[in-house]
């Protein structure tokens, strides 16, 4: 492609990101000039559609969980290799006076010859479930924690679902078998369970937005048509130190506490976007204000807005591309085998 070609197609699709920007805008600020309207939850909610939230200093434990992945394919094989780190920080009145940590030694290694991208990408999702799961339920057997936060939502992805006969299933129903363990063994210790989803790609929020709430509203016709992802229209309609409106995330399979499980957007720092937060519930009502004054006030970043018990964990867990070299050599060296060649797209010298 010609560099004048190239320019031209960056410049329309440019021109389009800039339309959307527009109506992206103007959707923002029509949403926050209507933020004071109430939104239920049947019953179990009393909230705005935007809401103030109290900036917590606690004098409390808060454990966070996190996992770092690698994935290689070679020649004749996949390797998965995943780990993952639980941190508890002891807080007093705002401020860490005491942490332990919760390591995996030794990561988790495993090959599998996968027949698809695909499907490496959801047996890797559901190793690395595993792992983070398993290690939640170690650090709320062992620290009893007030909170606990996870990297992500509160039950495995759709994407990993798998059908009943394929081998995976296995798999898949071991995760989940986890997930309800780590939720009774919570409600065992009286620890708070709480997901934190910072790349939502979700649009439940504006799907509800849209469909429920401004075919009321009289001044709907300032709303774009535009459906965005949730994050991206409360990236300027939230003001740091406000959250939405508590909801029910739908669709949940296979896992005994589906019901149970709601969410709201926070934004905690004033350059960062919105976090999704999960959290197990009851009375969402009132734990929603208590997980959201939590939320804000151990997010001590002014441009990354995640709690700093999750920064800790994340650092901790993450794996080095240089690892995954490491193992190849090793494999090589001790099996001699074509298996463990690089792909012919990684050594082409142009």
Known sequence: ???????????????RVGAMENQRRRT??????????????????????????????????????????????????????????????????????????FPQKVPFISELSSSSDGELITVASLY????????????VEKASPDFIMMDGPLYPHPSTRVAKGSGLKKLYMEVVGLYNLLASSCAERGTGLVGIVEDSRSGYFASVLFNKIVPNLPNSKE?????????ALLFDALNPGERTFTFK???????NYKDRVFAFYIKTAKYDRPLRVEFLS??????????ASLTYGIAAFPRYGLPSVLVEADARA????????????????????????SLRRENRQI
Request: charged residues 25%; positive net charge.
């Open 1 to 15: 492609m010609e560099l004048s070609t190239l320019k031209s197609a960056i410049g329309k699709i440019a021109s």
């Open 28 to 101: 923002s600020n029509a949403l926050r000039s209507v933020g004071k309207l109430k939104f239920k939850v049947g019953n179990l909610t009393d909230d705005s559609i935007i809401n103030k939230v109290k900036k917590a200093r606690p004098t409390c434990s808060v454990a966070g969980v996190d996992g770092g992945l690698l994935t290689r394919s070679f020649h004749g094989i996949d390797v998965v290799v995943t780990r993952a780190v639980g941190v508890v920080f002891d807080y007093k009145e705002g401020k860490v006076v005491g942490s332990k940590v």
């Open 128 to 139: 690395r479930m595993r792992e983070e799961v398993s290690r939640a339920v170690e650090v």
């Open 223 to 231: 709303f774009s048509g535009v459906v965005f992802r949730d994050t």
């Open 249 to 255: 995330i739908p669709n949940i399979q296979d896992l």
């Open 282 to 291: 009851g009375n969402p009502g009132e734990d929603a204000k208590t997980v």
């Open 318 to 341: 993450k794996l080095k591309q240089h690892y995954m070299h490491y193992i190849q050599r090793m494999l090589f060296s001790h099996s001699r085998s074509p298996l463990v060649m």
